[in-house]
């Protein structure tokens, strides 16, 4: 063997073949990734800029051609959006920071607790930071040649699931040595997913009693993603009706809708905020809102559900409103979340 060649080798060596005790250790654990869609650095305008520009420039997101809106996200979009939504995000955010980031972590943490350390747990988000490219490296580091990714949507969709896969795939790219890759799409049909849901809408009626209607409200996307095959919509309706048949609850006490909507096509109806204002005309009063396809409670949940769409229901006649919180770092949740990472380990 050449000088040059076994300089190489040896430092090679070192790392992979024959790597200390301690490097071994690590390098035979598990990565699990946790992702989930990220979140502004701050409540502020230039934050705020910085985080809209990349989430609205995935192809994923928004699925208009490309020239066409680049001139409209930064000739219009970014100039007048930014100062609004930080306004948002400051009525939400807590000292700690914002709540997306903040309970994203305590998942993190309760989840690598369950897990034990043979696996090593981190967690990234999608836009802003931790960045996937940043967390991978992390793994890179370590040596770990098998990593279990679970982006927190229960429901596939293609703007949240398979973009994560897209910035997974985009920081692989870059990579010589490509590890083994599990990328969990979705986990709607997990049962203890779906009971720990059940179980929050029941310690729900529990405290406050039962209202006239559960609104099951996620997040919308665009009809024409739909129509062009993304399954969202049906996985939502399936997350309602087994959470529903889980509690013995009529199909006339629950409803799902969709909220968030951004930009003037037609997204996926009933709307939220239309339904909220159309139930106590119908003579509903009494309504519990829940919001499944958020793992972790964010600013359109806190903003949107908490106080927006509260008080379009309230000046509609609406007599009692309930925001049911997302599951977060509930124990049941991260027993599901733990059910759903084993089936892959
Ligand atoms: C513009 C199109 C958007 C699509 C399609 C979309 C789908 C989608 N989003 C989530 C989850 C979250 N979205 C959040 C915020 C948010 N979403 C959009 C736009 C689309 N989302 C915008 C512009 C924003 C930013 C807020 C604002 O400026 O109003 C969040 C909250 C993030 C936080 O920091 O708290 C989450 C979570 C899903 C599940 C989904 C499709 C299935
Ligand atoms: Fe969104
Ligand atoms: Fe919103």
Same mark, same amino acid.
């Given at each position: 063997m050449s000088q040059q060649y076994r300089a190489v080798n040896d430092r090679v060596e070192e790392r992979f073949h024959?790597?200390?005790? &301690?490097?071994?250790?690590? @390098?035979?654990?598990?990565g699990v990734l946790l992702t989930n869609l990220g979140t502004p650095d701050a409540p502020t305008a230039p934050a705020l800029r910085r985080y809209l520009a990349e989430f609205l420039s995935d192809p994923r997101v928004i699925e208009v051609p490309r020239l066409l809106w680049k001139i409209i996200l930064?000739? $219009? $979009?970014?100039?007048? #959006?930014?100062?609004?939504?930080? *306004?948002?995000?400051?009525?939400?955010?807590?000292?700690?920071?914002?709540?997306?980031? +903040?309970?994203s972590q305590h998942q993190r943490g309760a989840v690598q607790k369950a897990l034990g350390d043979e696996v090593i747990v981190k967690l990234a988000m999608r836009y802003g930071n931790p960045s996937i490219p940043k967390v991978m490296r992390e793994f890179q580091e370590l040596g770990i040649r098998r990593i279990v990714v679970l982006p927190l949507y229960p429901q596939y969709a293609a703007p949240t699931t398979a973009s994560t896969f897209d910035a997974l795939a985009d920081e692989l790219k870059t990579w010589r040595w490509v590890p083994s890759i599990s990328f969990i799409?979705?986990? +709607?049909?997990?049962?203890?997913?779906?009971?720990?849901?059940?179980?929050? +809408? @029941?310690?729900?009626?529990?405290?406050?009693?039962?209202?006239?209607k559960f609104l099951f409200s996620y997040h919308g996307t665009p009809k024409r993603y739909l129509?062009?095959?993304?399954?969202?919509?049906?996985?939502?309706? /399936?997350?309602?009706?087994?959470? #529903?048949?889980?509690?013995?609850? &009529? *199909?006339?006490?629950?409803?799902?809708?969709? @909220?968030?909507?951004?930009?003037?096509? *037609?997204?996926?109806?009933?709307?939220?905020? *239309?339904?909220?204002?159309?139930?106590? /005309?119908?003579?509903?009063?009494? $309504?519990? $809102?829940?919001?499944?396809?958020?793992?972790?409670?964010c600013l359109e949940t806190l903003e949107e559900l908490e106080e927006e769409n509260r008080e379009y229901f309230m000046e509609a006649g609406g007599e009692t409103y309930h925001y049911i919180p997302a599951l977060n770092d509930r124990e049941d949740h991260i027993a599901a979340i733990v059910d759903v990472l084993r089936r892959e380990l």
């Open positions: 024959n790597p200390s005790d &301690e490097t071994r250790r690590t @390098q035979q654990k598990t930064h000739g $219009i $979009i970014l100039r007048v #959006r930014p100062k609004k939504s930080a *306004e948002a995000y400051a009525s939400v955010w807590s000292d700690e920071g914002s709540p997306l980031l +903040v309970i799409s979705g986990y +709607v049909d997990n049962p203890l997913y779906i009971s720990a849901l059940a179980q929050s +809408v @029941q310690d729900h009626i529990n405290e406050h009693g039962m209202p006239e129509d062009n095959g993304d399954p969202y919509h049906c996985l939502c309706h /399936k997350t309602t009706r087994l959470v #529903r048949e889980k509690l013995g609850l &009529e *199909e006339s006490q629950c409803m799902t809708t969709f @909220q968030s909507r951004f930009g003037r096509e *037609e997204w996926l109806k009933p709307y939220t905020d *239309e339904t909220l204002k159309q139930l106590p /005309k119908d003579g509903i009063k009494h $309504i519990a $809102i829940l919001s499944p396809a958020f793992s972790a409670d």
